[in-house]
């Protein structure tokens, strides 16, 4: 009961982040200077963050509610709010700020934050770890848009 306590808490705070997220980027997708950038060809299409992202926060909730239950350390927690500043703030500096090398710097450090979770504070939550890869994988083909975005334009 406490887990499920846990995952929803967490699944409030992720997806209040993905809000706030969406609400400093001020429509950035859809402005021209997005739209007029040269763009990944390997760029999906808009539906796909959406889709994204929903299972991204449904399995890392869930994987932080298992983490949480069983280290609720002071570490965990930092480890945590670095990640949730990193994920808010990237879609400001890179929509709202088009300060694409920022953004470059921003997304990578929350990549390697998720591998540092992934390899070094799963030992104890096992297969939960596995929770991680959408958004590893999510992060690192993201990282790869930003940066195809600085060097073509």
Known sequence: MKQLKLIILFLVINFGGLAIGSWLMNNGPMT????????????PPGWVFGVAWTLI?????IYLGKLFLIDNSKKN?????IQFILNVSWNFIFFNQHLV????????LLTSILFIYFFKLSN???????LLLPYM?????????????????
């Open 57 to 61: 926060m449904i399995c890392f909730s």
């Open 77 to 81: 927690k930092i480890i945590f709010l």
């Open 101 to 108: 090398l920022i953004g470059l710097i921003n997304i990578t």
């Open 124 to 130: 104890k939550v096992n297969n939960y770890k596995y």
């Open 32 to 43: 021209d200077w997005y739209t007029n950038l040269n763009q990944a060809p390997w760029t």
């Open 137 to 153: 994988i999510w992060l690192c083909i993201a990282t790869s848009l930003n940066m195809y975005i600085l060097i073509q334009n």
